[in-house]
């Protein structure tokens, strides 16, 4: 198999650390840079000593296109605006890019701003594809710069698809109830995610309010041919890794079993090596998809009240992040979709 | 303050456990018998270490009329079933008896038949009181059963019931997404709570088919004074005590602000010592009610798709079992309504 | 019961907060003043909204003779250093104090200096009384000014006072293995106690190299009324409260029983409300002192490789700060030892 | 790369099933058959949905000799006892047999009988490799039996054996203090792992008087050429997977320091592939091996009381069990050493 040059720029948060853990195992990578502006010029596996005898490198603070210069594909894990910042130069180097940011997920630069900040770049929003294959996927192998998606909005957007692509739901009905592991809020000091704040006690935060739910909006209603409106609300579950969605939606039409529901999805996501559907009966955790690039679907009928419940389950860090723009990195040079995806689930 | 005879039957489980961590405390209680079919003649202290110096009595297998003759109260902390077993006995030996298992908290036989198995006292259910004290509290002082109500229908119904009582949301529009600690399960050695199993994971159980459900709908419709049709999803969190519902429902009428929601439920929940409320622009988490008996409720507008979200936090063992028992047992006796309960929540 | 005007300096840290969670259950104490230079002016239950309903107060940032001027006692639970700043002055103001910090808790000033800094107030080490009560309990009656121990040491002292005091160890064969829960760590946003980074892991951390060795190398050289060398690895537990000892010696003489060292500690705590011994056969474990004052003591016997293995179990946030705080705040008002302090462990 | 057709006996336990992830993965393996009482005739994936889309077969409640019939090798996770009922027949079948119970431990059958009971096929002590690859690795590759090592002893022995080989340490003054996760119990449903016992929680067991215990002394010994005497205190940690060892041993002449220690033992580790030595002033944690077949060590003076602290971290279900069988597996069927265990530790 060839072996691509490639760069992480933000390589020491947990993102860009689950990057680095499935690319050390990729076939068709050669790491040759690891950016971060944290720890500059310490062996990687100084500071993680998980890492030692799997990488050689130090962390590398260069200037992005001084990492431009070295690698083919650049995946930039960094915060929202660095993204935008330095993408332009990465690509005008010539790289292909895959970013970690909401920076080139949404469509309309206006969204953007409502939610983030004045967009830098929007000339390139229009060339920029919404990373999440198993929608997007004719489009990844073209790109240059491939947008990954948000956490929740990757376990959201592939719970209901089907439903809205297909009309089956009311688009006002739709309410995704999230909880996800810690490790979404990132590798930082705050008291927020402090072991003592968050053990042994679950929460809500940013209800109907969290910058993702434009992301889902856009996506679900480009799948639906009009507008959906989506209420999001996230929670914090005393776990390292994992989002759970339990997404509700009613029906239109009569009550269908979970049998007829598990074939339609079938056949939506037939042939995508990374969905999984459950039995009518069962239901997925997050434990079964721990580490893996898997996004797990369960159905519950509610008959008596008119409504569907899907039961989405991914790792964050994986499908939700890293496992994911892996995925996009193997569409986009050409890999087997599963190219150093093929680690099973970590249990227990 | 006058010393009450109380016995508890099924004193080994989580939630009789936890009633005995309070009722130790109890300035108006002196314990006469802890009943057990565990552990018969054990030291209570020599099973439960924690509680040495605090209860010198041991685990009584005695038949509950033999348990009834030295006791004023009873509390039944044993499962569905062997309740409606032993309660009528109890209450012809004298013994008022505030019961924990769900075979006293229906109204109607038929539904309880429906979720359990055949109701062998229903000539009771007309007598028993539903013991949540915010809603039913003016029937307590003169019961003689009180049903203490599950732990999900506390939450759900305390964050509920203002809501659906003034008829500001839609009946049907009604979702109830909670999640439990584990202590929620017993005390038991199964596959399904042991530690590897649960720890790291979220997961939904029971989705749309808890049998809290009908329990949940009797006292909501009661309230609302017509049908009211919920879809509640339990899930289980890797912690071991609170509850944490999530309370959607679609907002009849236009879109009200936060701080109107908080001044309805002020008026609803006046003098009520266990409820407090969160101020606009705050929500609880389980953590700030552990081992309390307090239902802590938050609020949040989503004024694009018109419903109101409600966060509900309580101790699951506490307002959710044996804190609202003591809460009974203070109305039945006439005690003052916080007695022995006044102990801040368990933080961090 | 009387009411002593109370401050506490520092209330905002996790030792702090479990005080002012004793405090407002304690008969003889009226809290006037709670000092935090971090949440000056806002209501404490805002900040920490488990509290709501239980404190009325303000956080202050009041200067401490400010704070003096309210109180009789004033408990002070800030970092080494700030205290010996502030509290010359506390007791010229004639307040008592009790002192979380390390300042006052050895005799030798050149000890502190070692491990801490300079000592800016060595004048008043001769009259400030370690606080352990089960070892110097007849001389905090009358203190002024109690150096509250450790965490760590109150669990290893008490462990292994028996068994130096009697001479029955080897001095120099001492090990106190021990394992804490992060909130032993502060309630603060470091890195180093992150939720994903403590989580499903355990660590031990500056081992034979910990600030507590020296202070328990006093207090058990003090018993043994010669030099007692002791090593001691503190390791780091993914829970948030307690600290279980595995504490070694090596016997002089032959073997003894399990009981026989049962009875000698049993004789060497007669009386001592907050020191529980397990039946030989039984070891304790943290979960049974959560939320107490206890320390829980069990005992085995090596006879083949002639050790004695002490497992000494504390609350690291109770028995280790707050609540032996209260106990000696007691003990210098005259009030019963176990006032405030008798609510049994926190469990499951 | 050749395929070898592998079978595993007691595949859905918790170190079965690590071994079926790390095998899946594993280029010169063919699983031919899964067996299990507990899930005969059921599909993998349906009880492990993990490994949906990874695990085509059933499990098998077929006779060993049948399965042997399959298999060239054959891996059997089962209980003690129950492996050398079977074990003689598989040898028999002309299969290798790899086996993670404690049955071929042992070089001398009254010390296995000591501790767990009548051996039936003593007759294979001798011929059994201790499969510690690190220690006995040339005999690994003609055996046709190894008996797989403890998790506890792996973790004990690398730790210890540089120093107990080369005579620096007094041989009875070592003290092992080692904490397992709670996967290391089994997947079973017992109350004394269940979650709410477990988590939150620390606790020791089997102080000096764990079966591990003599196993540990049994490979110390022979490597010291004199009877080494090891006092060893488990503890169980609110974690899934890790032990952590910390291991005192006296220094005989003078302290060394950790450079001279680090040195000692990367002589003695030279060209083990999953031995990793921490730098000096580092310390390995459980977390940093986490999934992984590694064995970290890190090395502490404590110089004033002449001792060394060595701190050794795997995975229980890894190096611990099912990664150190397949390190065994690849010696014994002429693979490179890391075949099939290449994966980084899963962090976080």
């Given at each position: 198999m060839k072996k691509i040059k490639v760069a992480v720029i933000g390589a020491s948060g947990y993102a860009g650390l689950e990057l680095v853990r499935l690319l050390v195992r990729h076939p068709g990578c050669e790491l040759v840079a690891l950016g971060s502006l944290e720890y500059p010029g310490q062996p990687v596996a100084?500071?993680?000593?998980?890492?030692?005898?799997?990488?050689?490198?130090?962390?590398?603070?260069?200037?992005?296109?001084?990492?431009?210069a070295q690698a083919e594909v650049v995946f930039t894990a960094v915060p929202h605006q660095a993204a935008?910042?330095?993408?332009p130069g990465l690509?005008?180097?010539?790289?292909?890019?895959?970013?970690?940011?909401?920076?080139?997920?949404?469509?309309?630069?206006?969204v953007y701003e409502?939610?983030?900040?004045?967009?830098?770049?929007?000339?390139?929003?229009?060339?920029?594809?919404?990373?999440?294959?198993?929608?997007?996927?004719?489009?990844?192998?073209?790109?240059?710069?491939?947008?990954?998606?948000g956490c929740y909005p990757t376990c959201v957007i592939l719970g209901l698809a089907p439903l809205v692509k297909a009309g089956l739901v009311h688009l006002d009905s739709l309410i995704a109830n999230c909880a996800s592991g810690v490790s979404g809020a990132g590798r930082q000091g705050n008291l927020a995610t402090a072991f003592s704040e968050v053990h042994d006690t679950?929460?809500?935060y940013k209800v109907a309010d969290h910058r993702h739910n434009p992301e889902m909006e856009q996506e679900l209603s480009l799948l639906a041919g009009s507008k959906v409106r989506l209420t999001f609300s996230p929670h914090l579950v005393p776990m390292n890794r994992g989002?759970?969605?339990?997404?509700?939606?009613?029906?239109?039409?009569?009550?269908?079993?979970?049998?007829?529901?598990?074939?339609?999805?079938?056949?939506?996501?037939?042939?995508?090596?990374?969905?999984?559907?459950?039995?009518?009966g069962t239901l997925p955790h997050t434990g079964q998809v721990r580490g893996s690039?898997?996004?797990?679907?369960?159905?519950?009928?509610?008959?008596?009240?008119g409504r569907i419940i899907v039961i989405s389950a991914i790792d964050n860090l994986t499908k939700g992040a890293a496992g994911q723009a892996v995925h996009n990195f193997n569409l986009m040079m050409g890999f087997p979709e599963t190219t150093g995806l093929e680690t099973p689930p970590f249990v227990p």
């Open positions: 100084r500071i993680f000593p998980a890492l030692a005898g799997k990488v050689q490198l130090s962390f590398s603070d260069a200037p992005p296109e001084e990492i431009a935008m910042g330095m993408i690509l005008e180097k010539g790289c292909k890019v895959v970013d970690f940011s909401a920076d080139f997920r949404f469509r309309d630069a206006s409502k939610w983030y900040q004045a967009h830098t770049a929007p000339e390139l929003l229009q060339e920029a594809v919404y990373g999440l294959p198993e929608i997007h996927g004719p489009k990844i192998p073209g790109a240059r710069l491939v947008g990954n998606p679950f929460r809500a989002i759970l969605g339990t997404l509700y939606a009613g029906l239109v039409g009569g009550p269908m079993t979970e049998a007829e529901l598990f074939e339609r999805y079938r056949a939506f996501y037939q042939g995508q090596p990374f969905v999984r559907l459950m039995a009518p690039n898997y996004c797990d679907l369960g159905f519950r009928v509610d008959r008596e009240r």
